[in-house]
């Protein structure tokens, strides 16, 4: 990993890729930005599209990032600027319970003024994952076979990962 400087991390919701940002920031120590905190606005209003490009773009053209979040209409951008993806591939179940589990908990990765809530159009969007947001990533990883990814399947995949990163 230490080769790499400008790393994304995608994956479902609930499946840990703020936490791994976080601890691969520490490790590594390349700044880590939250896809959520520069998106949502006070009352779950996303920042307009444009205001979201300009500023992923100023983020990029840094010599090294760690950017973790989905956006499907930012994730060409992150595609095509990244060195390698990390992809938490993991269950439907285990990202649920992991959503259920973080709500109404303050998160550093989440803008402060929003409250995480029951949300059954949420946990659909969890539970279709697989059907939706994971063909768009897989599209991308496609679309770009250059980059290499990093695909973890289990929540122990990823603690490995973390306490075996070569530095």
């Avoid at 760690?66 to 992809?87: L, P, Q």
């Avoid at 259920?100 to 908990?105: D, L």
């Avoid at 998160?107 to 539970?127: T, V």
């Avoid at 290499?148 to 995949?157: L, M």
Wanted: charged fraction near 35%.
């Amino acid at each position: 990993m230490k080769s790499y400087r400008k790393i994304i991390i995608v994956g479902s919701p609930g499946s840990g890729k703020s936490y791994f940002a976080k601890v691969l920031s520490k490790l590594t120590r390349i700044p880590v930005y939250h896809l959520d905190m520069i998106n949502w606005k006070p009352n779950w209003q996303p920042t307009p599209r444009e205001e979201l490009r300009k500023t992923l773009n100023e983020i990029m053209d840094n010599d090294e990032w760690i950017i973790d979040g989905n956006y499907s209409g930012t994730m060409e951008d992150r595609f095509k600027r990244a060195e390698v993806v990390c992809f938490l591939d993991l269950p439907a179940e285990v990202c649920l319970e992991s959503e259920r589990k973080r709500r109404g908990k303050k998160r550093d990765d989440l803008p402060n003024y929003l409250e995480e809530k029951d949300d059954p159009d949420f946990e659909e969007y969890i539970m279709n994952f697989q059907d939706t947001g994971k063909i768009r990533i897989l599209s991308m990883i496609e679309k770009h076979p250059n980059i290499p990814v990093i695909t973890f399947k289990t929540r122990d995949e990823v603690n490995a990962y973390l306490n075996n990163i070569d530095l």
